[in-house]
């Protein structure tokens, strides 16, 4: 039997929450008027001397009562997602169209809720068990955030979490496309969320990524990343009459170590060109590239010689990490976000923070940003153990 | 020079050897002179790593990672060893 | 109601502490004979080169084990296949690592535990030793993990025409973090699905309908009990009806209200 072939499917709604904004609006000011979100570490009990992207007060938002089970930051920030730019509506809208069980969840996170963990072994009681109101076993497992996301929308069909490292919530986009195609849902739920936690701060710590200052992707001073902690939502469905465009997808692995690309980035090429394939696209089509730009020295390194080599000079090209920090299992989402809000108001951001772009960089990555309409965009996502993701989105008509 | 380990050189090794779960390499068998790196062991950067973090614990100072001597500091377990004896609080 | 094109089920493997490999565990879930008396030791990753193989934690050497076991009894060099990974809680051990050291010590976290507490450490693994570019997943779905591994691994056969292997696997809790998200020994399982052509291979048909908890099929065989504290326990009904060299059926939950019947030929 011949495979059921991909088309384009609409995104009819998304939204995004990060340390620069809260919500679409929010997120293209700061875009706009060049204000990052960074602010000085001060996360945690002892704080690494560094920059993070934090979302503010969400020490405040507790969760409703009816989803207590399922409280701690990671869901926070969930339901902080979930309620901007009235997605939640979109999707209960959603599913009165199509049936709770017709739409599938996916949703990608590296961090999941591992800080609850943290959090009861600093607290544990003399017997060294979690305190009581942390013991509630669905917050810690990694799919307490899809599981959470499917009872908060009132979800009845295929949910699960992608944890995938940096890639995670791009490949959210590729595992739905699929279900649907197949016919095993009619529309889906798919993003990321990842929040601070100890774990991703001293963990990177301990390989040394972490800069201590701003993150400068690009900058031929750079010396690491910033951690951030995201939100980020879309609904995708087949057939719907208006909307952006998920045009296509490529999907590799980099087989080469577990904590850096590789030196050539042949796994990243091979996605980027499976992504052109895929949405029928060539690479002088594309108007607005979103780069993974962590501001690590491999990753930058890495990535700047690929775009030169692929890409005409014309392709504007940056990354957004500077505005939001490295937001990690939700850095996919966010990206394909900001690359929407770029198409749907013809703002390309360029790359903040960065001074002085390393001479690996082509004329393609630009620090300032621009106004121009745009229709093709490419949002890059690489990440730890090789994943790689890149989306092909679009606004307009569809050949 | 002396193929043999000296006492800090043994410690070291064993040190070496836990820290990165080295397979089959008896502690006494590592050549004090061969390289640790690239070639000899064959050890790379996450073991750098590994292996700052565990002397840091063992001997109480930081080894640093942009400090320009590193290639000369980590070449042998010799050389190692003795910038460990020259730095050791513990 | 909604199903999926037959696949073939190319390859099996299975590995727990008591079962270890999948004669094994077939013949006790046949009820031929008794599980060995003692526990096995984890397997050795062999295919990891030096480097890998010394890092390798227990989820990757149990998942790279049954990994390649599956792709030797398809026939399938491990490289051309895209793979689904997936775990219930992914490495135990280390997550109980990183929330001990912390709580004490947080500058001191080993660089190596952290890039092995990925969620998809296993399946970089995997990657790295079998030099594929072929993508991967790694997903979680708590108890329905499993169900959710074979339905997206079966997804891509139908969308891609190629074969792929799906991994599932689960180790042992340590300290405070096992009184939360219990488990014992390690328990992992893999299968290669491929298109289905002819009848050389047993074909498996995938339809997901609404449904209750309540109406899964029950682990009835003698392995039944070894695997049970297990996390990944809810695939072995699946494993069951494999055992057997007749049609059956398994049906797994999915979600809360979906279940994924599975018709085996």
């Keep these: 039997m011949a495979q059921p072939r991909f088309r384009p499917l609409r995104v009819t709604a998304y939204t995004v929450c990060t340390a620069a904004g809260i919500g679409r609006a929010a997120t293209l000011t700061a875009l706009d008027q060049r204000l990052s979100g960074l602010t000085r570490n001060d996360f945690g009990p002892s704080p690494l001397a560094t920059w993070i992207g934090r979302v503010p007060g969400l020490e405040q938002c507790a969760l409703p009562a009816q989803w207590a089970e399922w409280e701690c930051r990671n869901n926070r920030l969930a339901w902080c997602g979930l309620v901007a730019d009235d997605f939640a509506d979109a999707v209960a809208a959603a599913r009165e169209r199509y049936g709770a069980e017709r739409i599938a969840v996916v949703i990608g996170t590296s961090t999941a809720s591992i800080g609850a963990s943290e959090d009861a072994y600093r607290r544990l009681d003399p017997d060294g068990r979690y305190p009581a109101d942390l013991r509630r076993p669905i917050v810690h497992t990694p799919h307490s955030l899809g599981d959470f996301v499917q009872h908060a929308l009132a979800l009845r069909g295929i949910a699960l979490t992608v944890a995938t490292a940096c890639s995670s919530s791009a490949k959210v986009f590729g595992q739905a496309e699929r279900l649907i195609r197949v016919g095993l849902a009619d529309a889906a739920v798919v993003g990321g969320v990842d929040t601070l936690c100890g774990s991703t701060l001293f963990g990177f710590n301990s390989l040394e990524l972490i800069a201590s200052e701003r993150c400068r992707p690009f900058d031929v001073a750079r010396h690491g990343i910033n951690i951030g902690e995201a939100a980020g939502f879309a609904l995708l469905e087949r057939g719907a009459e208006a909307g952006a465009w998920l045009l296509g997808y490529g999907e590799s692995s980099d087989a080469h170590h577990m904590s850096a690309p590789h030196p050539e980035g042949v796994g990243a090429r091979r996605a980027v060109q499976d992504a052109l394939e895929s949405a029928q696209l060539t690479p002088a089509s594309i108007d607005y590239i979103n780069l993974h730009g962590t501001a690590s020295l491999k990753n930058d390194e890495v990535e700047a010689r690929l775009v030169a080599d692929l890409f005409p000079s014309r392709t504007f090209a940056s990354s957004t990490k500077g505005w939001t920090g490295h937001t990690l299992g939700a850095a996919g989402i966010v990206e394909a976000a900001i690359s929407l809000i770029a198409l749907d108001n013809g703002l390309l951001p360029g790359t903040l923070n960065t001074e002085q772009l390393d001479p690996a960089c082509g004329p393609q990555i630009r620090r300032e940003n621009e106004q121009r309409r745009v229709q093709r965009a490419l949002s890059f996502s690489f990440g730890f153990g090789g994943s790689n993701c890149v989306l092909a989105l679009g606004r307009g008509d569809v050949g | 020079m002396s193929a043999l380990q000296s006492v800090g050189e043994r410690e070291l090794a064993e040190l070496i050897v836990t820290a990165l779960n080295l397979e089959g390499v008896a502690p006494a068998d590592i050549d004090p002179e061969a390289a640790l790196f690239k070639t000899g062991l064959g050890l790379d950067s996450i073991d750098a790593l590994e292996l700052a973090l565990e002397i840091s614990k063992r001997y109480g100072f930081q080894l640093r990672s942009d400090d320009e001597n590193n290639l000369r500091i980590f070449r042998s377990l010799r050389s190692l060893a003795a910038h460990i004896e020259r730095n050791r609080t513990t | 109601m909604s199903a999926l094109p037959r696949v073939a089920i190319e390859g099996v493997a299975f590995w727990h502490t008591r079962l270890p490999g999948w004669a094994v565990a077939r013949a006790v ?143 042992e809790s340590t300290g405070p973090l096992g009184t939360v998200a219990p488990s014992r020994g390690l328990l992992g399982v893999a299968l290669v699905l491929a298109p289905a052509h002819g009848e050389s291979h047993r074909a498996l048909t995938l339809r997901v309908e609404q449904g209750n908890a309540v109406d899964i099929t029950a682990a009835r065989s003698p392995a039944a009990p070894l695997v049970a504290e297990n996390a990944l326990a809810p695939c072995l009904p699946f494993f069951e009806v494999l055992a057997h060299s007749k049609p059956g059926n398994a049906t797994l939950a999915l979600s809360d209200h979906c279940l994924l019947h599975a018709q085996m030929s």
Excluded at chain 3, 88 to 99: A, F, N, Q, R, V
Excluded at chain 3, 112 to 137: E, L
């Design chain 3, 29 to 171: 879930i046949c009820g031929e004979q008794d599980a060995p008396a003692t526990s096995a030791p984890r397997p050795t990753p062999s295919l990891l080169a030096p480097t890998e193989r010394r890092r390798a934690p227990d989820t990757v050497a149990l998942a790279l084990e049954v990994a390649a076991r599956a792709c030797e009894a398809a026939n399938r060099p491990p490289a051309q296949l895209r793979s689904v990974f997936a775990s219930t809680y992914g490495d135990l051990g280390i997550s109980d690592y990183m929330c001990a050291t912390l709580a004490g010590t947080p500058t001191l976290i080993s660089p190596t535990k952290f890039h092995n507490s990925v969620h998809n450490a296993a399946a970089g693994y995997w990657t790295i030793g079998t030099s594929s570019h072929a993508p991967y997943t790694a997903i979680s779905a708590y108890r329905y993990t499993f169900a959710s591994a074979v339905l997206e691994a079966a997804t891509q056969v139908a969308c891609d025409g190629q074969p792929v292997v799906c991994v599932a696997f689960d180790v």
